[in-house]
T-cell receptor
């Protein structure tokens, strides 16, 4: 069983479209995250949710809206997609004591905006 | 200034070599530190945690210097399979990643 699963794995879409990426974890973790890895490979946090509550919202355009229906799911919706949104988006989860165990990542969603 | 800074490399070393990566972090409130490994087009995976006293896991040794806000990773007897990007991580409130150091081990 995959611990943190994201869908889709690849997403190619046109500028201006709205798209969603889904993430689910079956580890019983309390906290989930979205990270963006751009073409320069820099991995940057976007959002963090703890038990469905938004904890961290970095400087991300408000076209990006996370939604957490329950603590096992954290979806990312992106409105009015732009070329600069092309990147790999990673979902991750952690236990409350993430300081000891770190994060577990999903396999990523490669988004290409054309 | 980035919160976590790493030498991006690339490091190209022969099999069997010893290689060291360094990393500095800017947030003195950081409590935990890790090294992650990321293979091409894959997700980051935890390599090892970094403890204050330094720790070793097989061929890998991690060290932390809180006074200098500095973390290091030493890989001994490099294998071809060690080729990857190594990401340094500091955790003040959430995980902040360095940009990664690319390692290629050649036969």
């Amino acid at each position: 069983d995959t611990a943190v699963s994201q869908t889709p794995k690849y997403l190619v879409t046109q500028m201006g479209n709205d798209k969603s990426i889904k993430c689910e974890q079956n580890l019983g973790h309390d906290t989930m995250y979205w990270y963006k890895q751009d073409s320069k490979k820099f991995l940057k946090i976007m959002f963090s949710y703890n038990n469905k509550e938004l904890i961290i919202n970095e400087t991300v355009p408000n076209r990006f809206s996370p939604k957490s229906p329950d603590k096992a799911h954290l979806n990312l919706h992106i409105n009015s997609l732009e070329l600069g949104d092309s990147a790999v988006y990673f979902c991750a989860s952690s236990r409350r004591d993430s300081a000891l165990w770190g994060y577990t990542f999903g396999s990523g969603t490669r988004l290409t905006v054309v | 200034r980035k919160e976590v800074e790493q030498d991006p490399g690339p490091f190209n070393v022969p099999e069997g070599a010893t290689v060291a990566f360094n990393c500095t972090y800017s947030n003195s409130a950081s409590q935990s530190f890790f090294w992650y490994r990321q293979d091409c087009r894959k997700e980051p995976k935890l390599l090892m945690s970094v403890y204050s006293s330094g720790n070793e896991d097989g061929r890998f040794t991690a060290q932390l210097n809180r006074a200098s806000q500095y973390i290091s990773l030493l890989i001994r007897d490099s294998k071809l399979s060690d080729s990857a990007t190594y990401l340094c991580v500091a955790l003040p409130r959430d995980m902040r990643f360095g940009a990664g150091t690319r390692l290629t081990v050649k036969p």
